[in-house]
């Protein structure tokens, strides 16, 4: 169903929503993990939880955040049925909740059927989720409407499907990556390709095959040059590369991973970064130049590794930049501080623990939360400076969400709303 674009501009006048208040996609803005205008007091106080607001179902994939609402996926671990939920932040209260049945099919032991964080703007909300026969994109509005639905194949992974839709401009982009590598006996290959709907009424308007080896994980985000965006991502079999978001054009692909990508690509300054690794280590960080408007280089060239990271590189956890910082925070706790046009180490100290969610850093504090529930707060600075912890006594395995007076985290039973 098309929603006229007066209908959508009612929708927004009418509930506040504001696109200065939002973390519109997983870790915020472009996937960059900041927010600088953030006025909640870290280390919290009890007083400042505004709720623990129990969830229908667990999951791994984060919150966004629209105005007043954020909107988070669940699913139930025994019968793989997926819930969108929406919930009111300043109130502490679910809305609306939809729910929609689907397949058992097998998991990573540290994934769940909810591993994906929607995206969302004006016009909605925008949710996928994979499975064995039948793989799902839902757009809804912010009332909880179902605008339209596509399904957008079957799922070839022994890991679950992980990844997150995104928006650029008219159309939501989904990285559909699969297993061909490694597979049960006669299961047939995956194929991994790059899909763009219409965001309004769901046709697809382009679909990019690419290279298949194992299923990779991150996200893409956007980078401009002289004011053309260019879609930028990493997987094992393209390494990276680069897309015309209009009409899936791929501009340019460099071979350089053999290990699978579970973090998203970040661009930082004038560098496009992304990891590799595995759950036995070897874990990877590589830096790429992108071009300046004032260089020889175009986004038609393909770009030259300036530097890897080895030591305390992370492999699910996505890096953060800060100025010219990069930041690091290992699976396995340790966190660390690089000289971003280098990639010069300047700090590395072991926090403890062990973290699949993403760091953020929010008002020049670096924060994340390990598996086993302790939030972390680090100073985002060229020296280290610990400030504290917080212990939330259960399982997280998400990442947090932000706008300037709220705070969200999302456990294994309930998403937490921290107040100014």
Known sequence: MRLSV???????????????ESWPRFRGANGDGRLADFQVTLPWSPSQIVAKVVLPGNGNGSPVIWGDTSYLLCANPDTA??????????????????????ENHPLHKMSSYA???????????????????HSMLKAFTHEGQERWSVDWGRLVTQHGFGTSPIIVDDRIILFASQDAQELPANVEPGEDRMLAYDKMGGELVWELPMKTTRVCYGVPCVATYDSKKVLFC????????????????????????EKRICSSPILAANRLIATEGSGGGGNILFAVGWPTSDSNVTIVDPPKLEYQIQRAACYVPTPIADGDLLFT??????????????????????????????????????????????????????????????????????????????????????????GR
Not at 115 to 133: H, K, L, N, Q, R
Request: aromatic letters at 10%; one cysteine or more; glycine letters at 8%.
């Open 234 to 257: 990493a997987s094992t079999g393209e390494g990276f590369f680069a897309i015309d978001p209009a009409d899936g054009k791929k501009l340019w692909n460099v071979p350089m991973f």
């Open 115 to 133: 591993s994906s964080t929607p995206c969302v703007d004006e016009t909605g909300v925008y949710v996928a989720w994979g499975a064995p026969s």
């Open 329 to 418: 925070w290992a699976d396995n706790g340790v966190v660390s501080c690089f000289d971003l046009a280098t990639g010069k180490n300047r700090w590395s100290q072991r926090i403890g623990g062990n973290f699949s969610g993403s760091p953020v850093i929010l008002a020049g504090q670096l924060i994340n939360v390990s598996a086993d529930g302790v939030l972390s707060i680090v100073k985002a600075s060229a020296n280290y400076s610990f400030v504290g912890n917080i212990d939330l006594q259960q399982p997280v395995r998400s990442t947090i969400a932000a706008v300037s007076d709220h705070m969200l985290i999302r456990t294994d039973e309930s998403l937490w709303i921290i």
């Open 81 to 102: 049925d997926r819930t969108l939920v929406a919930i009111d932040i300043r109130r502490g209260k679910i809305k609306w909740q939809k729910s929609f049945s689907s």
């Open 6 to 20: 007066l209908s959508v501009l009612a929708v927004c006048f009418c509930s506040g929503l504001n696109a200065q």
